[in-house]
């Protein structure tokens, strides 16, 4: 089956600047690459997806893009705000259905 | 609109008891999905249904491990003689359709096995 890779499994960064959160996977078949962020005791929140046919996808201060040939996806979240500090977990998907997910990066965002 | 709820937030249990696990998914989605999220770990895939059937159980560990949607909205997770190493965060996501990506998670039920 598929296998997610996520680094780092922690991220501290000041108030301002941009934290960036890389993934691989291993299924060249994969074409489904979701970032979800998961608040302490809440489920995960979908803040952005990518699918194969696209390079690079941006939604104000999120951004993701994606290596088809290196099988790699990354997270950029630019101008960070404590109420980023979160977990984000990316994952990839090859039916749409199954999910395989990250281990997860425990992000801070130091004031 | 109401988001997926997921019923109890939390559960203790003793070592071999029966638990009900229930999700309600967003009104009109069709596909409902089961994961498991241990301490420190992403969530791990166990069983998706689009309507009422099962289209894909092959996450699920083993035989004390069953999952219903006989109307195809609320879905119970039932797992028999539970053990402690099933102790983990049980979260259920909707989506409009199986194979639409988007899936939209609930807040999970914390099932403690003592």
């Known amino acids: 089956g598929e296998n997610v890779e996520q680094h780092p499994s922690t991220l501290s960064v000041q108030e301002g600047d941009s934290a960036v959160i890389k993934c691989t996977y291993s299924?060249?078949?994969?074409?489904?690459f979701p970032w979800y962020k998961q608040e302490l005791g809440k489920g995960p929140q979908l803040i952005i997806d990518?699918?194969?046919?696209?390079g690079e996808k941006k939604d104000q201060r999120i951004a993701v893009t994606l290596n088809k040939t290196a099988k790699h996806f990354s997270l950029h979240i630019t101008e960070t705000q404590p109420e980023d500090s979160a977990v984000y977990f990316c994952?990839?998907?090859?039916?749409?259905?199954?999910?395989?997910f990250g281990t997860g990066t425990s992000l801070t965002v130091i004031p | 609109g109401a988001g997926v709820s997921q019923t109890p937030s939390n559960k203790v249990t003793e070592k071999g008891k029966y638990v009900e696990l229930r999700c309600d998914p967003i009104s009109g989605h069709t596909a409902l999905y089961w994961y498991r999220q241990s301490l420190g770990q992403g969530p791990e895939f166990l069983i998706y249904?689009?309507?009422?059937?099962?289209?894909?159980d092959s996450g699920l560990p083993n035989d004390r491990f069953f999952a219903v949607r006989p109307e195809g909205s609320v879905s119970t997770l039932k797992i028999q003689r539970t053990e402690r190493g099933d102790s983990a965060v049980y979260l259920c996501?909707?989506?409009?359709?199986?194979?639409?990506?988007?899936?939209?998670f609930g807040p999970g039920t914390r099932l403690t096995v003592l």
């Open positions: 994952a990839a998907s090859i039916t749409g259905n199954q999910f395989y």
């Open positions: 249904f689009q309507g009422t059937g099962a289209a894909d």
């Open positions: 990518i699918r194969s046919n696209v």
């Open positions: 299924d060249s078949a994969s074409n489904y």
């Open positions: 996501a909707s989506s409009w359709t199986s194979g639409s990506n988007e899936q939209f």
